[in-house]
Structures are given as structure tokens and as C-alpha cells.
């Protein structure tokens, strides 16, 4: 490198090292999203640049002349070598659901500061290096899922156990992320109309890049983005229209439906068909807002009206409860640290990756891109007014069912939540919406904060309602492709496990085992999606920790075979690499398990919170039309506790057995034993 390149990289270090320390010390007069971008981005660059290269070349070292499990396995439909850029958006879209959206929106109660401090730092240091070792530790082992290469690398009890997780986890996130998506899109016609028009387009892709333009992603997804666009702004005459609004209206219930069928027949198409191409388009689409967004907050410039560090920094927050530490950490997991990346890097992505080298760009690039966007989602919640944000992100048993109820609650936190029902009856209007209190989930407080920067720059409040429903199009697209690939590699891992007891179950080839592991996964997320529905508070408050938690707890599963697979690379000395983000993610993700399970506090703790509502029905406080659901309540809640428990149990074993191991192969007394796939020259250019 010559010293003008070391010069460059120097000033973009201070630069974005500048900009972090400003974002983390300014106080009274509030900052602008500006330095949170350009500071995030520079940081990014340096990342990628540098930290990505010494593990690519120094620990993993990529060999482009080995045969990938894409090129020696091709099938046509799993194993299937895919151009890196298609392949880069299909990840990126399987990976990026709406974790790096909503996890920020709502631990944005906190203040900007915590949740972006963690973002940036844990992308970085954490997240990226969980996707990129994973993703190469399985596509040395022919793309095998994490549960398999944890019985092979750590021990068959490893194995069993972790396969049984992370079944387990993946269902309670697909269930989550499907939540998410029905609150947004409930009683929602615009909105509906346009998420159902991106399957035909996606299937439209397909088809035009295998048979009519092969191999031609650019224009495909070019096309894509034409047609959905063209249903944004289509979605707007549907919900002003008599006679179609009703057609794309529904409630929660029978979106739940709508999400279970697709969920099934996005799982046993082939991928080429809707995995690919939605992937494609979804990244276009996302790639696009966000650099669009970024561009927006440079030329708009925002104030951050919400403070860096809030009231609720004391637990007493009304999204959720809990302090900082831990719950800033597994409420914000997409963005900085997610244990669902593990799952796709050791899934669908392994298997169609056609080099090696391809696995830094897909692998740590596509979880940085993440990152910034899960920045981007701070930035919306935050430049909102905080009233505004809380009035639309706190549920109705929290704050009040009726507007002029929830103002009052809101208003009297303080000064800086000041808030009348006008200004959100004045909004709503803008964007289309009827109300816009209580919408918990983020993915409305979201949209609110994009059409709010992109109507500042472009178009102003006359627009405001197309962008806010291009935003929701833009979440939604997010979560039905984590539905896509979750179910797929839900169905991958619940095929290895019944292979065990007969083996035709385990082929991935043998449509009919296909079909029934496909059922199996779908009733399994389905069945906590429908009680998520059904919750009298909406879901959101008691589902969303719980998905913290699972997530990162499969987080630190992925990183236990992260750090052997290095141990038995003989790169001990590197282990660090893997270890350190595993003992803040244990540290943090066992402490809020204790906490949600066995906390006094009936804000925080299940266990509490269902002695505290049989205490009311025992005193006959709550009505007799209310028993039902109060008693659905409690059931839910034991359900949560007796959930997250088996969960830290689980990794707990996992743990003590990646460690035993660790030190017999220090010792000397266990001969270490690489279980990667012989060694094949590719024929594959590069």
C-alpha cells in the first residue's frame, strides 16, 4: 500500500472514529443523523477492509481452488453455483428480515446512543464474523447445517442437542417475523396489494433469468423494481376503491392463514423459481432505500429529536421492559449480532456459493450492509418526535385504548413527549392511515420515519403516503424472504434429524419427505404466530424478548462450532476471533433469560406476570368477559418461561461441551479430527 492509500485510510479511521466519539458524548442540544451515517459508514469501510481480509487470509485462508459443494453437488434445485451478486442479494435478504428494522425501533425507548454504539461495534466485531466462519465452515463440509457440524466437530450429544435448538429457536423467529408482518398489513388494503403483487413479479424474475435472459440478475431485478414500484404507487387506487379495497382487507387471523399457506409452497418450490429472483428484487429494492435513504438524510439533514439516553434507561420502558444491559442486546440482534444468520450461512447460501473468496463479500459484506441498515432504522425511530414514536409503538393496555387516554399517559412523562391527539389524527391523514396509535410491532413508527426524511427531501406531504406504504412494502419484502429461507432451512434441519430414524426422510431429494418436513415446520411457527395474534397486548410486548433471547442464545451455539472448527484448524491463537463475541453474548443473553424467567417484577418477569394476573382473577378484579383472555394471558406467559428456560438449558449443554473439548484438544488427550469434504479441483472459472 503506498502512502497515499495509507493516507486516505488514516482519514477515513479519524473520521469515523470522530464521529462515534461525538455521537457518544454529545449532551444538550441534539446532533444530526448526518454524523451518525457518515460516521457508521467510515467504519464499515474499515471493517471490511481490513479486519474481513486478515480473517480471510491469516485464519480461514480461502482457497478459490477447491471445489465448492455447489459445483461437485449441483441439483438443480438446492445445490445450485449462483452469480455472487445474486447470490449477495439472496443472503443479505435471507439474513436481513426484520430484526435490523424493528430491533432498533424498539430499543430506540432507550435513547439513540446504546442501541447505536452496539450496532456499529457488534456488526463489526461480532455479527460479521459469525456469518463469514459459519459460512465457510459449511461450505467445507459440503454444506451441512450448524446442527450437524456441531455433532461432527464437537460430539454426537453436541449435535443432538443442537439440532434439537436450534429447530426449536428457528420456530419461535419465524413466528416473530410473521407477527411483525401481519401488524403491519392488518386492516391494511395498500399495503396487502402490493406485498401480494411481489410473488407473480418474483416468479416473473425467475423464469426470466433461467429460460428467457439467462443469467441476467441486473435486468431482472431492473424489471422487478419497475413492476413494484408500479404497485406502490397501484396499492394507492385499490384502498380508495368501493368495490376492490375490500377485496385486499383483512384481519389479523386471516393474514396469519395467508402467511402459513405461502410459508409451506415457498418451501418446497425450487429456489430459482421464488427463493432466488425474491432475493434478487428484495435486495435491489432494500439496497436501494437504504443508499436512497442515506441520500436523504445527507440532503435533509434531520435533527435527532430523541434524546440519546431516555427515562427509560431504568427498565420502566412501555414497549418493554428491562434495563440496558441486557435488553438493549437481544432486543437489537439483526444489525449487530443475530444467531438466525448462522442458520442461512449453514443452509441455502452454502450450497449455492461457486468460490471461496466469495464468502468474505457474502458472508461479512452482507452482514455489515445489515448493519448500516438496522443505523438506518435508528435514524427514522429517532428523528420522529419522541411523542409521536411512543404513542405509535406502545401498546393499548400500556398507554390506553383511546387516543385522548394515550395522549394524556404520553404527555405526562415530560416535556419532551409532549403530544396532542391532533398531531396524530394530522398524520395519519398524511399517510393514509386511520390511526396510527398503538400499531406495536416498529414496522409502522418506521415507515412513519422514512416518508418523514424522504418527504422532507422529496416530494413533501403531498407524497408522504406513498412513501410511507413504499416503506412498509420495503419492511414487508424483508420479512416474507426470512419466511422463505427460514422455512427452507427449518425444513434442511428437520430432514437430518428424522433421517436418523428412517432414511429416506433424510434426502432432500425425496419430494414426498420434502412435503412432510415442510408441513412439520409450518405448523411449528404457525401455531406461536396464531398465539402471538391472539395476545390481548398484541404479541409484540411478550414474543419479541423471547425472540431476543432465542436468537442470540443460537448466536452463541454458532459461535461454540465457530471457535472449534478454528481449534482444530490449529488456529487456537486466533481463537479470540469467535471467543470474544461469545462471552459478551453468554454474559448478556443468559442474564436476561434469568431476568424474563425469574424476575420479581411482573413488568419484566413471565413467571411473575402470570402470578399476577391469577391473582387478579382469584380476587374477582377482572371481568367475567375478560376471564378468557386474561387465562390465555397466563397461559402464554408459563409457555414463554418454560420456553426460554429449556432454551438457556439447552446451549448451556452445548457450552459445557464445546469447552470440554477445547481442553482435551489443549491437553493432548483428544486427537483432533477435521471433518471437512476431500479435497476437489474446481472447474469453474473464477
Given at each position: 500500500m503506498n502512502a497515499t492509500k495509507k493516507l486516505l485510510w488514516f482519514l477515513v479511521a479519524v473520521l469515523g472514529a470522530g464521529g462515534l466519539a461525538l455521537i457518544a458524548t454529545a449532551r444538550g442540544e441534539p446532533i444530526n443523523a448526518v454524523w451518525l451515517v457518515v460516521s457508521s459508514a467510515c467504519i464499515y469501510v474499515i471493517g471490511y477492509r481490513f479486519y474481513s481480509r486478515f480473517v480471510a487470509d491469516r485464519v480461514l485462508k480461502l482457497d478459490d481452488s477447491r471445489a465448492t459443494p455447489a459445483e461437485r453437488l449441483e441439483d438443480g434445485r438446492d445445490f445450485v453455483p449462483t452469480n455472487k451478486w445474486v447470490l449477495f442479494g439472496h443472503h443479505f435478504s435471507a439474513i436481513a428480515g426484520p430484526g435490523p428494522l424493528v430491533g432498533p425501533i424498539l430499543a430506540a425507548q432507550f435513547g439513540y446512543l446504546p442501541g447505536t454504539l452496539w450496532i456499529v461495534i457488534g456488526g463489526v466485531l461480532g455479527g460479521a464474523i459469525q456469518d463469514f466462519v459459519i459460512l465457510f465452515a459449511s461450505v467445507r463440509r459440503d454444506g451441512k447445517s450448524l446442527g450437524q457440524m456441531a455433532k461432527e466437530e464437537i460430539s454426537g450429544v453436541a449435535g443432538i442437542v443442537a439440532l434439537v435448538a436450534v429447530l426449536a429457536i428457528l420456530t419461535i423467529i419465524i413466528a416473530v417475523v410473521g407477527l411483525v408482518v401481519v401488524n403491519a398489513l392488518k386492516a391494511s388494503p395498500w399495503g396487502l396489494f402490493t406485498i401480494a403483487m411481489t410473488i407473480p413479479i418474483a416468479f416473473l424474475m425467475g423464469i426470466y433469468m433461467r429460460y428467457l435472459r439467462v443469467g441476467r440478475a441486473v435486468e431482472a431485478s431492473a424489471l422487478g423494481f419497475v413492476l413494484v414500484m408500479a404497485s406502490v404507487i397501484g396499492g394507492r387506487y385499490i384502498s380508495e376503491s368501493h368495490s376492490l379495497a375490500p377485496i385486499f382487507t383483512f384481519s389479523a387471523i386471516g393474514l396469519a392463514w395467508m402467511l402459513v399457506v405461502y410459508g409451506f409452497a415457498a418451501a418446497v418450490i425450487p429456489v430459482w423459481l421464488l427463493l432466488a429472483p425474491r432475493g434478487a428484487l428484495s435486495t435491489f429494492v432494500k439496497l436501494g432505500t437504504i443508499l436512497l435513504l442515506a441520500v436523504g438524510i445527507l440532503a435533509a439533514r434531520p435533527t435527532m429529536l430523541m434524546p440519546p439516553l431516555t427515562r427509560f434507561i431504568d427498565g420502566t420502558g412501555p414497549i418493554f421492559a428491562g434495563k440496558i444491559f441486557p435488553f438493549c442486546f437481544i432486543t437489537i440482534a439483526c444489525g449487530a449480532l443475530s444467531g438466525f444468520h448462522s442458520l442461512i450461512s449453514s443452509g441455502t447460501t452454502p450450497k449455492m456459493l461457486s468460490k471461496e473468496s466469495q464468502a468474505r463479500l457474502i458472508g461479512y459484506g452482507s452482514m455489515l450492509m445489515e448493519s448500516f441498515v438496522a443505523v438506518m432504522a435508528m435514524i427514522a425511530a429517532c428523528v420522529l418526535k419522541p411523542g409521536i414514536y411512543f404513542a405509535v409503538n406502545s401498546p393499548a393496555g400500556i398507554v390506553g385504548r383511546l387516543p385522548e387516554q394515550a395522549v394524556a399517559t404520553i404527555s405526562s412523562w415530560g416535556s419532551t413527549y409532549a403530544l396532542t391527539t391532533q398531531d396524530m389524527s394530522e398524520l395519519a391523514r398524511n399517510v393514509g392511515e386511520t390511526t396510527l396509535f398503538n400499531r406495536t410491532g416498529g414496522a409502522p413508527s418506521l415507515a412513519l420515519g422514512m416518508a418523514h426524511i424522504f418527504?422532507?427531501?422529496?416530494?413533501?406531504?403531498?407524497?408522504?403516503?406513498?412513501?410511507?406504504?413504499?416503506?412498509?412494502?420495503?419492511?414487508?419484502?424483508?420479512?416474507?424472504?426470512?419466511?422463505?429461507?427460514?422455512?427452507?432451512?427449518?425444513?434442511?434441519?428437520?430432514?437430518?434429524f428424522l433421517g436418523h430414524f428412517w432414511k429416506p426422510l433424510g434426502r432432500t431429494t425425496w419430494f414426498p419427505g420434502v412435503l412432510l418436513t415442510s408441513g412439520i415446520m409450518v405448523a411449528a411457527w404457525g401455531y406461536f404466530l396464531f398465539q402471538g395474534v391472539l395476545d390481548p397486548l398484541g404479541g409484540i410486548n411478550s414474543l419479541w424478548p423471547l425472540f431476543g433471547i432465542s436468537n442470540q442464545l443460537l448466536a452463541a451455539i454458532a459461535l461454540c462450532v465457530a471457535t472449534t472448527v478454528l481449534i482444530k484448524m490449529d488456529k487456537g491463537h486466533y481463537s479470540m476471533v469467535t471467543m470474544g463475541p461469545l462471552a459478551w453474548l453468554v454474559s448478556a443473553t443468559m442474564t436476561a433469560s434469568a431476568l424474563k424467567i425469574w424476575s420479581a417484577d411482573p413488568a419484566l418477569g413471565f413467571l411473575a406476570h402470570a402470578r399476577f394476573l391469577a391473582g387478579q382473577i382469584a380476587s374477582g378484579t377482572i371481568a367475567a368477559d375478560k376471564i378468557t383472555e386474561t387465562q390465555r394471558l397466563i397461559f402464554n406467559d408459563r409457555l414463554d418461561a418454560m420456553v426460554t428456560l429449556a432454551f438457556a438449558l439447552l446451549v448451556l449443554v452445548i457450552l459445557i461441551e464445546s469447552g470440554r473439548n477445547w481442553w482435551l484438544y489443549a491437553s493432548g488427550k483428544k486427537r483432533v479430527v477435521l471433518c471437512e469434504a476431500p479435497v476437489e479441483l474446481s472447474k469453474l472459472l473464477a
Open positions: 418527504s422532507g427531501s422529496l416530494g413533501g406531504t403531498l407524497v408522504m403516503g406513498i412513501w410511507y406504504h413504499f416503506a412498509i412494502m420495503f419492511e414487508a419484502l424483508f420479512i416474507l424472504t426470512i419466511l422463505d429461507a427460514g422455512t427452507r432451512v427449518g425444513r434442511f434441519l428437520l430432514q437430518d
